[in-house]
T-cell receptor
């Protein structure tokens, strides 16, 4: 079985400050990991994904995440927050093989950006 | 850019009524998923199709929920009768079987259900 834990259901940062959203995973096999963003009343948009290539993954909108196997973590960062980054962020895990691939999501982190 | 289409975007219904949601995946995507997202929580898988076949419906409350993908393209999720606890966002996603995006899920805008 696989799961993800997102530490902190709500995170507030000032505009221009560092964004750090935490995600820890549990998986019996090497995982694929994803970060999605969701704006109010919209679907989920992929920010970035780790699929066993480079451990530092760069995504859209200036976000990046680093896969750390020793810490079973995949934290999402952005050097400088923008007001438009305010949204809910979900970390997700899946197994890297098989056609019946399913994503298991964390409970989400609501990011607030203060002016 | 190809998108997953869902309708309706919003649905308000009374408990015990029937409700249906429709999803049209990105063309060529063999795998289709229905997720339910309760407010303040992450999405949870309800059912997964590979072409027209159900791969996993272990979390689908089959006493009231049904899902079909008859021709392996678009899909319908039905709830009958609706209960208050069914109020949620219902998300459809599709995934290609091959290529650089193999296994990546592409989500629609979702259908928000409110049961009164």
């Amino acid at each position: 079985a696989q799961s993800v834990t997102q530490l902190g259901s709500h995170v507030s940062v000032s505009e221009g400050a560092l964004v750090l959203l935490r995600c820890n995973y549990s998986s019996s096999v090497p995982p694929y990991l994803f970060w999605y963003v969701q704006y109010p009343n919209q679907g989920l948009q992929l920010l970035l994904k780790y699929t066993s290539a480079a451990t530092l993954v760069k995504g859209i909108n200036g976000f990046e995440a680093e896969f750390k196997k020793s810490e079973t973590s995949f934290h999402l960062t952005k050097p400088s927050a923008h007001m438009s980054d305010a949204a809910e962020y979900f970390c997700a895990v899946t197994t890297p093989w098989g056609s019946a691939r399913q994503l298991t999501f964390g409970s989400g982190t609501q990011l607030t950006v203060l002016p | 850019e190809a998108e997953v289409a869902q309708s309706p975007r919003y649905k308000i219904t009374e408990k015990s009524q029937a409700v249906a949601f429709w999803c049209d995946p990105i063309s060529g995507h063999a795998t289709l998923y229905w997720y339910r997202q309760i407010l303040g929580q992450g999405p949870e898988l309800l059912v997964q199709f590979q072409d027209e076949s159900v791969v996993d419906d272990s979390q689908l409350p089959k006493d009231r929920f049904s899902a079909e993908r008859l021709k392996g393209v678009d899909s319908t999720l039905k709830i009958q009768p609706a209960e208050l606890g069914d109020s949620a966002m219902y998300l459809c996603a599709s995934s290609p079987a091959s290529g650089s995006s193999a296994g990546e899920l592409f989500f629609g805008e979702g259908s928000r259900l409110t049961v009164l």
